[in-house]
DNA sequence: CAATAGATCATCT
DNA sequence: GATGATCTATTGC
């Protein structure tokens, strides 16, 4: 996807986002959740106190990865949206893994079945092999990519509050593919 | 199956 | 010094 694609409401980027193809090297899988952020006004997002060292690569161009650390333990993937200067981004929740499978396997010795391979913010990075240090890479020119699937189908989206979080928890900012196996929870 | 505890540290107050 | 956009194992029904 090109910067064109990013460079929206944060809420139609994550839901377009849904069915496209996440891939950093071997690895790749089919994006089944996505949730919203949107900057100074979601008291939620991590944006919304401000331009801070963690935070500045929120305010930046779109099209980058925003790579954060939570919990002493996990890393997750978030795709900057909006033009630069306004802070949405996507945060990817989960995939349907498609190729790289064996590896994903490798990296993630607790999964026992497909679906506990990337069905989580978290899970995912660890699949994917993705860490803080692609933070602020870009997603246009890799080495973490997004496009097209080759046969895009139809599906039916699910709209439902975000998860995990404490403030603005009503907002229905959470795009799910219906009926996927692969979501989170 | 649902609920809960523990792990563990960068970031911000 | 508290907190958090989570995951996993364990306990309890």
Redesign the pocket.
């Known amino acids: 996807m090109g910067e064109e694609f990013y460079s929206r409401d944060a809420a139609l980027v994550a839901r377009e986002c849904l069915g496209k193809i996440l891939a950093h090297g071997k690895t790749a899988g089919r994006i089944v959740e996505t949730e919203a952020?949107l900057g100074t006004t979601d008291l939620?997002?991590?944006?919304s106190?401000g331009i801070?060292?963690?935070?500045k690569v929120l305010f930046g161009p779109p099209g980058r990865a925003y790579v954060y650390?939570?919990?002493?333990?996990?890393e997750?993937l978030?795709f900057v949206s909006e033009p630069e200067g306004r802070a949405g981004?996507v945060?990817i929740r989960a995939l349907q893994p498609l190729s790289g499978i064996e590896t994903m396997f490798r990296r993630?010795p607790?999964?026992r079945r497909l679906e506990?391979l990337t069905s989580?913010?978290?899970?995912l990075t660890q699949a994917l092999a993705i860490t803080r240090k692609l933070n602020g890479s870009s997603l246009i020119d890799g080495p973490i990519t997004v496009r097209r699937p080759m046969h895009e189908s139809p599906i039916e989206i699910d709209i439902t509050p975000r998860?995990?979080?404490?403030h603005c928890a009503d907002w229905p900012l959470r795009f799910v593919i219906a009926g996927s196996l692969f979501a989170?929870r």
């Open positions: 952020y939620a997002a991590h944006a106190r801070t060292e963690r935070t650390f939570i919990y002493g333990m996990h997750c978030n981004c945060l993630r607790k999964a506990d989580g913010p978290a899970k998860i995990g979080i404490t989170s």
